[in-house]
């Protein structure tokens, strides 16, 4: 045992020092082991031969950039996207109830809205109103087809005093993205441009008379070309639809508009509403 | 401290996944498995230890799942220009009968044998950095090279046989 040991070692150590790991001093040592038995030590030549071409294979891998993934370092688990997906919701929410979108009216809060937009409870005797500007009014969906993502839910998450609805897409069951629409009065159509919310990428753009903003756990050049997508597809389905109104109760559920393009089957709405 | 490390990890990864997405994948869950389990990490060990005996288990966890993947895919970063290959094919040649060779590894095998070319550590910390006991590296280590030996020789006698039959 104690002598394979110690041919195992010699053998190791005349690999590494073929394999340039070792320095001169070895040398003569080396020499002399393999004075002894030549055979093996052209099989540990090989050896470091072999060493050497898959470290040349790999070595220029040190020198790439690391993904902002990796620095960023969380991916994650599905629990881990729900809590981003959760404070990404809460980014927007907040941003619309800031007035952060330019010239939307300050939002009185009627209730109260958790990070994930679950629930809002209007005070007694609010009742919702529904506009006849089209404030009201279901907005535009964008297709995200082309870019892999399906459109798995749909909600409205809050009603006053304009339609904030909430869109999730998913592609090959990975993590979501969420678009946030809000409606607003027309104007040009504007390209997304992305920025940076409490250390998150969000993307906003507007067309069809409606705000978009862009969440999800996406670098912000993906981000970006995704909402270019959104933009470029120019085929917002379905049509507009009357927003249903608001039941005069004091406890108000998210609203699920009906799904029109992809409808998530039983066990993906139960799943979704129980991830919310 | 964890920044340092990562290159090697992806280096590790690399070898051992070969696409480039999914070894930086393999390198993420790492990262996110070392964070939610640092409270096991000894200030005292090395961090690179460590990190790299996490990254080898989820390997091993995952491994079904890639082999599939890889049997689909073709990853963009291993397919290079035709004149790059015709100009060296006799030594991408060789090269690809060794990477092919190594990849006939039991698994066990390959990881080790990949990990000494890459990070050149000796014995002991080659153990610990996939967590096998020392004894245990150095036989597989052993094994590795014999059974790689053993398959280019093979290759080399199937390569020269038809010179022979001609000759």
């Given at each position: 045992?104690?002598?394979?040991?110690?041919?195992?070692?010699?053998?190791e150590c005349a690999v590494a020092f073929y394999a340039g790991r070792y320095g001169s001093c070895y040398t003569a040592g080396v020499q002399?082991w393999?004075?002894?038995?030549?055979?093996?030590?052209?099989?540990?030549?090989?050896?470091a031969?072999?060493?050497?071409?898959?470290?040349?294979?790999?070595?220029?891998?040190?020198?790439?950039?690391?993904?902002?993934?990796?620095?960023?370092?969380?991916?994650?688990?599905?629990?881990?996207?729900?809590?981003?997906?959760?404070?990404?919701?809460?980014?927007?929410?907040?941003?619309?109830?800031?007035?952060?979108?330019?010239?939307?009216?300050?939002?009185?809060?009627?209730?109260?809205?958790?990070?994930?937009?679950?629930?809002?409870?209007?005070?007694?005797?609010?009742?919702?109103?529904?506009?006849?500007?089209?404030?009201?009014?279901?907005?535009?969906?964008?297709?995200?087809?082309?870019?892999?993502?399906?459109?798995?839910?749909?909600?409205?998450?809050?009603?006053?005093?304009?339609?904030?609805?909430?869109?999730?897409?998913?592609?090959?069951?990975?993590?979501?993205?969420?678009?946030?629409?809000?409606?607003?009065?027309?104007?040009?159509?504007?390209?997304?441009?992305?920025?940076?919310?409490?250390?998150?990428?969000?993307?906003?753009?507007?067309?069809?008379?409606?705000?978009?903003?862009?969440?999800?756990?996406?670098?912000?050049?993906?981000?970006?070309?995704?909402?270019?997508?959104?933009?470029?597809?120019?085929?917002?389905?379905?049509?507009?639809?009357?927003?249903?109104?608001?039941?005069?109760?004091?406890?108000?559920?998210?609203?699920?508009?009906?799904?029109?393009?992809?409808?998530?089957?039983?066990?993906?709405?139960?799943?979704?509403?129980?991830?919310? | 401290?964890?920044?340092?490390?990562?290159?090697?990890?992806?280096?590790?990864?690399?070898?051992?996944?070969?696409?480039?997405?999914?070894?930086?994948?393999?390198?993420?869950?790492?990262?996110?498995?070392?964070?939610?389990?640092?409270?096991?990490?000894?200030?005292?060990?090395?961090?690179?230890?460590?990190?790299?005996?996490?990254?080898?288990?989820?390997?091993?966890?995952?491994?079904?799942?890639?082999?599939?993947?890889?049997?689909?895919?073709?990853?963009?970063?291993?397919?290079?220009?035709?004149?790059?290959?015709?100009?060296?094919?006799?030594?991408?040649?060789?090269?690809?009968?060794?990477?092919?060779?190594?990849?006939?590894?039991?698994?066990?095998?390959?990881?080790?044998?990949?990990?000494?070319?890459?990070?050149q550590?000796d014995?002991?910390?080659?153990?610990?950095?996939?967590?096998?006991?020392?004894?245990?590296?150095?036989?597989?280590?052993?094994?590795?090279?014999?059974?790689?030996?053993?398959?280019?020789?093979?290759?080399?006698?199937?390569?020269?046989?038809?010179?022979?039959?001609?000759?």
């Amino acid at each position: 045992m104690v002598e394979s040991d110690r041919q195992d070692r010699d053998y190791e150590c005349a690999v590494a020092f073929y394999a340039g790991r070792y320095g001169s001093c070895y040398t003569a040592g080396v020499q002399s082991w393999a004075a002894d038995d030549p055979a093996r030590a052209a099989r540990a030549r090989r050896d470091a031969a072999i060493e050497r071409r898959i470290a040349r294979e790999y070595e220029a891998v040190l020198r790439e950039p690391i993904p902002p993934r990796l620095l960023a370092g969380r991916r994650g688990h599905r629990r881990a996207w729900l809590v981003r997906s959760g404070a990404a919701a809460a980014v927007v929410l907040a941003a619309v109830s800031t007035a952060w979108w330019p010239d939307v009216q300050r939002v009185v809060p009627t209730g109260s809205v958790n990070a994930t937009g679950l629930e809002s409870s209007p005070g007694p005797g609010e009742a919702a109103a529904v506009s006849e500007t089209g404030a009201g009014m279901a907005p535009p969906i964008p297709d995200l087809s082309a870019q892999g993502y399906r459109l798995i839910g749909r909600k409205v998450v809050r009603d006053t005093p304009r339609t904030l609805t909430e869109l999730t897409y998913e592609k090959n069951g990975g993590p979501p993205v969420r678009v946030y629409a809000q409606n607003r009065p027309p104007q040009t159509t504007s390209q997304p441009e992305v920025s940076m919310r409490d250390g998150r990428p969000l993307a906003r753009w507007h067309a069809h008379g409606v705000n978009y903003a862009l969440v999800g756990d996406l670098s912000a050049s993906s981000l970006q070309e995704l909402a270019r997508g959104a933009v470029g597809s120019d085929h917002p389905a379905p049509a507009a639809q009357p927003q249903r109104r608001m039941p005069p109760a004091n406890t108000l559920r998210p609203v699920e508009a009906p799904l029109e393009e992809a409808s998530p089957t039983r066990a993906e709405s139960a799943q979704l509403q129980g991830e919310m | 401290m964890i920044g340092v490390e990562i290159p090697h990890l992806r280096r590790y990864a690399r070898a051992l996944v070969r696409e480039r997405e999914a070894a930086d994948d393999l390198v993420q869950d790492t990262l996110e498995r070392a964070w939610r389990k640092r409270r096991l990490w000894r200030p005292s060990g090395r961090l690179r230890s460590w990190l790299f005996r996490v990254l080898y288990r989820l390997y091993l966890d995952r491994r079904p799942h890639l082999e599939r993947a890889h049997r689909n895919l073709i990853a963009l970063d291993s397919v290079r220009p035709v004149a790059a290959l015709e100009a060296h094919s006799e030594l991408s040649l060789h090269c690809r009968d060794v990477f092919a060779a190594i990849d006939e590894l039991p698994e066990t095998q390959r990881a080790i044998l990949l990990l000494m070319a890459v990070e050149q550590p000796d014995y002991r910390t080659g153990a610990r950095m996939l967590g096998l006991k020392e004894g245990t590296f150095r036989s597989r280590l052993s094994r590795a090279r014999e059974q790689l030996h053993d398959r280019l020789a093979s290759d080399d006698t199937t390569a020269a046989s038809p010179e022979d039959a001609h000759g």
